[in-house]
DNA sequence: ACTTGATCATGG
DNA sequence: CCATGATCAAGT
């Protein structure tokens, strides 16, 4: 919950990448209290049911992140992203991470894995781990120390083996048809605000395609990689 | 235990 | 409506 009255105001962007990396390690050891208190907003109810995007949107404000809903990186002059991951104790995620809508329908651009969204976006991630247990009480789950990432090579060739074989179900298959379990790092999933949102096209035979509106997300197994890789 | 499919709030 | 920020909870 968002205080509209707050007087407090969000840092301004930091202007380099070593700047954004000593603010989050500034806030890394702290618990949502604490830094929902710093920023003057209001700590929800026992469950983030009604409030998914809350902690997202108080570590933003901390590090001064200027995306906001636009698609765009979140820190658009050091074209870095900004996850935070909910982890259990051992530091290991516990849920997939949502990267980006897929496209409903094909423009040429969005064709080429090196002008794709999707690439854009990973490839520079700031990833904050921050406690996640759904026994732990919101006001004390804790943000842990920043790992900024880069894709190795290796990683952006199966990255961009999955993004390939995801489009092309999208666009060359049928779009109805698309489960979760396609994909070994990446995976698309519905994404919108009920099942009952449908997108509409028609198919090269004519066929009216009618399916749910879909998301990237980055597996969980993947993002446990990434930061066993790091954290050991 | 883990994954998949569904869902919630907000801003432009 | 669609993008952002995600987590929930049913299914396997």
Known sequence: MRDKLSTMKSPIPPLNTAELLHRAWAVAGLNLQELALRANWTLPPGS??????????????????????????????????????????????????????????????????????????????????????RDKPIAERRLGAPLLWRPSLD???????????????????????????????????????????????YDSEGNLQVSTPKGFYLRTSFTSEILQHHYG
């Open 155 to 201: 990683i952006e060739q199966v990255l961009r083996q999955d993004w390939e074989e995801l489009l092309s179900l999208l666009f060359l298959g049928e779009p109805a048809k698309i489960r979760a379990h396609y994909g070994r790092y990446l995976q698309l999933r519905p994404k919108a605000a009920h099942s009952r949102i449908v997108n509409t096209h």
């Open 48 to 133: 983030l049911v009604h409030h998914k995007g809350w902690v997202g949107k108080l570590i933003e404000w901390h590090l001064g992140a200027t995306g906001e809903s636009k698609a765009q990186a979140d820190f658009p002059k050091l074209g870095i992203e900004l996850k935070t991951i909910p982890v259990d104790q051992q530091g290991r995620p516990l849920e997939s991470t949502y990267v980006c809508t897929a496209p409903a329908l094909a423009s040429l651009h969005e064709l080429y894995w090196e002008d794709s969204w999707l690439k854009r976006k990973l490839s520079h991630v700031l990833w904050l781990p921050l406690e996640g247990m």
